[in-house]
């Protein structure tokens, strides 16, 4: 196999065929929603993206790389034909990005795999696992009304009024998060861009001009809805708002938006979150990891070529 670097737009054709190959045999599309909309962009930045082919072209795989908010810290997506998941395969891959991220001068690189078993070669090449992210499903509508306090109002996101409160809300409640932490006003842009993005669906609380909640939901092709991402503002905890905007949030997919099933993510340290989605009728659909490896712990065993 031969591994190089991505050329777009030449691949994405190939690529979309290979992406739907994966969705097809995992449930689940292989790459983040963003990376994949960078690289149908373009915009790579920053970002790495490999392609493994065959002898004939054809391409097998494909890795996307890019550093995130963690200092000198690196995360990595891969896709990689079904029927073409040796360990040999894998092997190659891993050792593909562990380069890049040396050169890079990362000091760690985080491989999510979306319900998926770990290949065998992860352990070979130093891979921990790290942590567990897990998808709740439950099927709407729900049967209780959002208990929301006096004093508080809910209603959807104002555009050109509301980022400054959000953006607030959101680095308190996500302190030291990876991936929902820190984030910035370009950030936060980027992420409303997309074309599923519905203001109305992203629900806010306010207590006069404070922005104490918000649930901020997302409908997929398929019809089925999602909590994309929940918190509520450190000052205003332990009043009941997580439980009550999720319900609101729910009933509003259901009863605006027509959706006959949830999901959200949870990590599987988070004790009060699976608590209070388990008391809503949550179950675990299924679990994501993530493998962590740091530069000089473990070096590759050598795969041979495929």
């Known amino acids: 196999m031969e591994i190089r670097a991505v050329r777009v737009p030449s691949d994405l054709e190939d690529l979309d065929r290979l992406f739907r190959s994966v969705h097809e045999a995992d449930s689940h599309w292989p790459l983040g929603e963003h990376k994949y909309l960078d690289l149908q962009r373009g915009r790579s930045g920053s970002s790495v993206g490999l392609v493994g082919q065959d002898a004939d072209g054809a391409l097998l795989a494909y890795v996307h790389l890019a550093p995130n908010r963690e200092a000198a810290g690196w995360g990595m997506e891969m896709a990689v034909e079904p029927s073409r998941r040796t360990e040999t395969v894998m092997g190659q891959l891993l050792d593909a990005a562990q380069e890049r991220v040396r050169n890079a001068r990362g ?13 065998a ?17 439950r099927p709407l509508p729900v049967d209780e009304l959002p208990s929301i306090p006096p004093g508080f109002v809910v209603r959807g996101f104002e555009r050109g009024a509301d980022e400054d409160a959000w953006l607030e809300v959101n680095n308190l409640a996500f302190v030291g998060h990876p991936e929902n932490g820190n984030w910035t006003q370009a950030v936060f842009e980027d992420r409303i861009s997309v074309g599923w993005f519905d203001p109305a669906g992203f ?6 001009d404070r922005m104490a909640a918000f649930n901020w939901t997302k409908v997929h092709p398929d019809g089925s809805g999602e909590i994309y991402v929940i918190a509520v503002h450190p000052d205003y905890q332990r009043m009941g708002l997580g439980r009550a905007i999720a319900v609101d949030g729910l009933i509003y997919l259901h009863d605006v938006r027509g959706c006959r099933l949830a999901s959200l993510y949870v990590d599987s340290s988070n004790a009060g979150g699976m608590a209070l989605y388990t008391r809503l009728g949550f179950d675990v659909d299924h679990t994501d990891r993530a493998f962590t490896w740091v530069p000089g712990a473990v070096e590759s065993t050598g795969a041979t070529s495929d």
């Not at 070669?121 to 499903?137: I, P």
């Not at 629900?203 to 006069?208: M, N, S």
């Open 121 to 137: 070669a992860l352990a070979g090449h130093g891979f921990v696992l790290d942590r567990e992210l897990h998808q709740l499903r």
């Open 107 to 119: 000091a760690r690189l985080s491989y999510w795999l979306h319900n998926q078993e770990p290949p």
């Open 203 to 208: 629900r806010t609380v306010w207590h006069g």
